[in-house]
């Protein structure tokens, strides 16, 4: 993220517009996280299923917010997370930088080195900066270890002059203007933290992971968890409820995890021809509970991109998937459910559990357009396999879920009465909310 000293160039120009108690201690918390582990210190964590991270904003202010109302070095550090979401918006979505380049990350860092002696002299910041003597005291030291030895070593050396290189990317004026912004939207979060209003959402300004399978043998085991349930602060959780492509030959390794993680219910909805082909890999395992419940109506390709919603009805329709919700509500155990590459018949199961418990449709959209990520080498695969095949029926776009979902509603009117409709009453609708969340 942003450089220290970009950090202590932000608040220096906030001491401009707005008056602290102790500037000192402001500017010392502004650029603490950076002495710290970066996931730890930054109060990183995993949300949306593990597809995306944020700042935990609320966590910080559920532990902290005391001290942010009288004490300014609380108030810094607050500060330096907000203009961290301020720079991954301004970076990644602005300026449209890309991190997974080979040597992108390498070439910025030089670009901070050669841009750092230009802000601190543009902005007239003074190395002065002292931690508070009784530092190990302070609340904010139960969060993470802190290598403040470090961090006043890499200050002082941002105030050495440097060879003026050519930049790669950050240039001064994009720093002025990252500043700029960053001013901006602090004061707005100082407004909203005087005046008791909305204050910077975590969930909303979470950033994507990269693709992720829970399994090393699979590409798109995925967790259900942290998705938020719209309109409250609760979300499911967290190694309840898991989607899948089938495990055909899970490693110990897998095996491991998912007995240690109790992830042992086993949904397996692939057809009877489907796994006749490829047997799962955990159906005779023991210490695994496996269920063989075959969605049929999802085993083939649909004719057109235009069918593909059609379809997705059709598996929400099937003869047995009241079967498989009456599973996973009577499972003592987590649950985890498969098709073959856990896109379609997965996808229309998790999107159902998912708005049922009330989590927004544009991340019910979310979550099941990371297959597309996760399967890419499973759909490049299929191309050469089948090269007159038209990918565009097989590869996820939002559109097919929307449309799925609008045909929920139009046939059934809300997501409760097509679960009461396939025979899931509500006691059983509770019990499946109840596991997810």
Known sequence: MASSIIHLAVTNELTKRCEFKDEGRLKFG???????????????????????????????????????????????YYLHL?????????????????????????????????????????????????????????????????????????????????SDEDIFFFTKEMADEFISEAVELCLKELKALENGEALIDSYDNAWDNMPYSLLETTLNTRDLGEYRIDGTERYTCYGRIIRSDAAITPSEKDIAFLKSSNITTIIDLRSAQEKERKPHGLSNLEGFDYHDIPIEEGSGIPESVEAVPESYYRIARAANIREVFRTIADAESAVMF????????????????????????SDIVYDYMRTKE???????????????????????????????????????????????????????QRMIVEKAS
């Open 82 to 162: 907000v203009q961290d979401i301020c720079y991954r918006h301004f970076v990644f979505d602005k300026y449209k930088w890309n991190p997974t380049i080979p040597g992108n990350v390498e070439k910025l860092h030089k670009d901070y080195s050669i841009i750092n002696f230009y802000v601190a002299s543009h902005y007239g910041l003074s190395n002065d900066i002292e931690a508070p003597a009784d530092f190990n005291s302070e609340e904010i030291t139960k969060l993470c270890p802190f290598d403040i030895a470090r961090l006043m070593k890499s200050m002082a050396e941002y105030f050495i002059p440097v």
């Open 30 to 76: 502004a650029i603490l996280p950076d002495a710290g582990n970066g996931n730890a210190s930054h109060l990183k964590k995993a949300t949306w299923g593990y597809n995306k991270r944020v700042y935990d904003f609320e966590r910080f202010r559920s532990e902290y917010g005391e001290k942010i109302k009288i004490d300014d070095l609380y108030v810094g």
């Open 338 to 361: 498969n098709c073959t590459a856990g896109k379609d018949r997965s996808g229309v199961i998790a999107a159902l559990i998912l708005w049922l418990c009330g989590v927004r449709k």
């Open 374 to 428: 996760n399967n890419q080498k499973r759909f490049e695969l299929i191309h050469q396999n089948f090269p007159d095949l038209d990918m565009d029926i097989v590869i996820p776009n939002e559109n097919n879920m929307i449309r799925f979902m609008e045909m929920i509603e139009d046939n059934h009117g809300t997501v409760q009465e097509y679960f009461t409709s396939i025979g899931i009453t509500p006691d059983i």
